[in-house]
């Protein structure tokens, strides 16, 4: 039986064009299994490319070029596992859900101040994640700007439509003012938001 990895690894070798160590030309610095890896790697986790070539070995130029050559596979391959906005809200029919936002960083473009996240310091993008209890995900939105605040994004998305067809959810304090549970605001922090 195959792991998770090697049955991703197996789709995107059947969705590539072409192989991925050419019998002629200079060789890839690493396989197929490994430069998976490294996308999937820097997908979940956010890693630098720099960081990533250094925790694998290779250098930072070969990890843009796997990032930018595999992640439109990853993804296309994994397409089918995603669920849409109207299978997550059958998923949660009689359920409590948690939801929370994330930002996925991207390069610094000074042009573009919406992509900046005061929160988190950098630039990127927000996306709502919604997930049971159990912690099995149900949802992940569309991108929005990293200047969305979490509030603002769930209202944006269809995560609040999924949560309304829920039993209720669980969120953070930058879900405060919607209809998910969230902690209460202790006394500094409610008097320096005044």
């Known amino acids: 039986m ?14 590539l064009t072409e192989p991925w160590n050419k019998k002629s030309g200079r060789p890839k610095a690493c396989g197929l299994y490994r430069a998976v890896e490294i996308a999937c790697m820097y997908l979940r986790h956010n890693g630098t490319q720099e960081f ?10 070969t990890v843009s070029r796997i990032v930018t050559m595999l992640v439109p596979v990853i993804k ?14 059958e998923m949660v029919k009689g359920r409590v859900c948690l939801v929370d936002g994330t930002i996925t960083p991207c390069w610094s473009y000074a042009e573009h101040h919406e992509l900046w996240s005061r929160k988190h310091g950098t630039t990127g993008f927000n996306a709502q994640l919604v997930g049971l209890l159990d912690g099995a995900p149900v949802y ?11 509030k603002t994004a769930f209202d944006e998305t269809r995560a609040a439509e999924i949560i309304q067809e829920s039993s209720g959810g669980i969120g953070d304090k930058g879900y405060q ?14 008097s320096s938001a005044n």
Do not use: C, W, Y
Not at 7 to 13: A, G, I, P, Y
Not at 78 to 87: H, Q, S
Not at 177 to 190: D, H, V
């Open 140 to 150: 992940i939105s569309d991108p929005l700007p990293g200047s969305a605040h979490d």
């Open 52 to 61: 990533l070539g250094d925790l694998r070995k290779v250098s930072q130029p």
């Open 76 to 89: 296309a391959v994994l397409k089918e596992f995603v669920p849409t906005a109207a299978e997550a809200i």
């Open 177 to 190: 003012g919607t209809s998910l549970i969230t902690p209460r605001k202790n006394q500094k922090e409610a």
């Open 2 to 15: 195959l792991s998770q990895m090697q049955e991703l690894v197996r789709r995107v070798h059947e969705a």
